[in-house]
């Protein structure tokens, strides 16, 4: 059985509605609720699932070894509210936030750090749709990570609203606010080492 859209765009759909949708076995795309609109992507190319999971070793490791709490990657469902719940590639909850994920089934609440990956297909959606909803609901942190330029760009919450902490490309170091301590060469990451 295949998801009609359209149908579902004159009225908002909640997310008991949302997660009780069946999707055709064979249906590659990725779907998120956004305001109640869903909203579809493709799966992600291989260079983005590389740098995903260089990201998630390098995070899962700090995260692991300072006892900090927990980090997921997609397919992991992040449900803020009635109407919003999309799969960040990489969410972090802080162990003081557990209760987040205590029914072990998909993040309920605003994690502490997301963590988007850009592809030609998905721009707008994590450069302007997610990030403002990560705004709105006071995600700590917000990284956009960008392949293709090799960059990355922090965002982090200052008066109820984002600003950005740190831009590198190709070889810089940026850090995290939420994780204190955490360094991360971008050349690792984007395979620029020497």
């Known amino acids: 059985m295949s998801m009609v859209i359209?149908?579902?765009k004159a009225e908002k759909i909640n997310w008991a509605t949302f997660r009780?949708?069946?999707?055709?076995?064979d249906d590659l795309l990725i779907y998120e609720l956004f305001d109640g609109e869903i909203m579809e992507r493709s799966t992600?190319?291989?260079?983005?699932?590389a740098v995903c999971r260089e990201l998630l070793t390098e995070l899962d490791t700090f995260i692991?070894?300072?006892k900090l709490g927990e980090i997921f990657s997609a397919?992991?469902?992040l449900n803020?509210?009635?109407h919003n719940a999309f799969q960040p590639d990489l969410a972090f909850i802080s162990k003081e936030r557990s209760f987040l994920i205590e029914d072990g089934d998909y993040i309920r609440g605003a994690p502490d750090l997301v963590v988007e990956i850009i592809s030609p297909g998905t721009v707008k959606k994590d450069r302007v749709i997610k990030k403002n909803l990560c705004e709105r609901f006071a995600i700590r942190e917000y990284w956009l990570v960008d392949p293709l330029n090799k960059g990355i760009e922090i965002y982090i919450m200052q008066e109820d609203k984002y600003v950005l902490h740190d831009l590198q490309e190709i070889s810089g170091k940026i850090s995290s606010t939420v994780?204190?301590?955490f360094e991360l060469e971008l050349g690792h990451?984007?395979?620029e080492e020497a």
């Open 6 to 8: 359209a149908d579902t």
């Open 20 to 25: 009780e949708m069946e999707i055709a076995d």
């Open 44 to 49: 992600p190319s291989l260079i983005h699932q």
């Open 64 to 66: 692991e070894e300072n």
């Open 75 to 77: 397919p992991v469902d």
């Open 80 to 82: 803020l509210d009635e």
């Open 179 to 181: 994780l204190t301590g």
């Open 189 to 191: 990451i984007f395979g």
